[in-house]
């Protein structure tokens, strides 16, 4: 005796090609820039920031005042550039893993981020997507730009991660 057996036609995806991702990264950008400055400047301030203003008492700044300015100037450089990919990597990898699948910026356009399976992201998989957004931009943005250019609108990031972005 046979049995009926039924097989789901897989439903064609609609991928979020370039422009629509990178409005939402506009949006998640501006985000993390208000975030930073909420959390940033009042650091900045107990790591001795506002001493360069003291140090204005309408003199000449001496030799000695420049070299340790130039000297936090830098360090904090490297500090700003720690938090921001800290920050960074928290907000996309815990957002595109959580329940909707994707950052402020993805939401509110109607994105989702998902894996090879068309499932939810574990933590792990979007932090492999973070990490390659920072080969993407490395590589002179090209990284995001192929996903105008590939069919199923993928960025070398989601290619690196096995994701894909597609609309709601």
């Known amino acids: 005796m046979e049995t009926a057996t039924t097989t789901a036609t897989p439903v064609a995806q609609k991928y979020g090609g370039f422009w629509i991702r990178f409005v939402a990264y506009i ?7 208000i975030v930073a400055s909420v959390v940033i400047v009042p650091i900045f301030g107990a790591l001795g920031f506002g001493a360069y203003s003291s140090m204005q008492g309408g003199g000449e700044i001496t030799e000695d005042q ?14 700003l550039q720690v938090v921001n990919i800290v920050a960074g990597w ?20 109607g994105l989702k981020v998902v894996d090879k399976n068309g499932e939810r992201l574990n933590f792990g998989t979007a932090t492999i997507r973070y990490f390659g957004k920072l080969v993407s931009t490395a590589i002179l943005m090209i990284g995001f730009i192929i996903a105008g250019f590939t ?4 960025a070398l990031h989601d290619m690196i991660a096995s994701t894909y972005v597609i609309k709601n």
């Open 27 to 33: 949006i998640d950008a501006i985000i993390l820039g």
């Open 66 to 79: 420049l070299g340790a300015l130039i000297g936090m100037i830098s360090g904090a450089g490297l500090f």
């Open 90 to 109: 928290l907000y996309f990898a815990l957002m595109e893993s959580s329940g909707k699948q994707g950052t402020i910026g993805k939401i509110a356009l």
């Open 151 to 154: 069919e199923k609108k993928q």
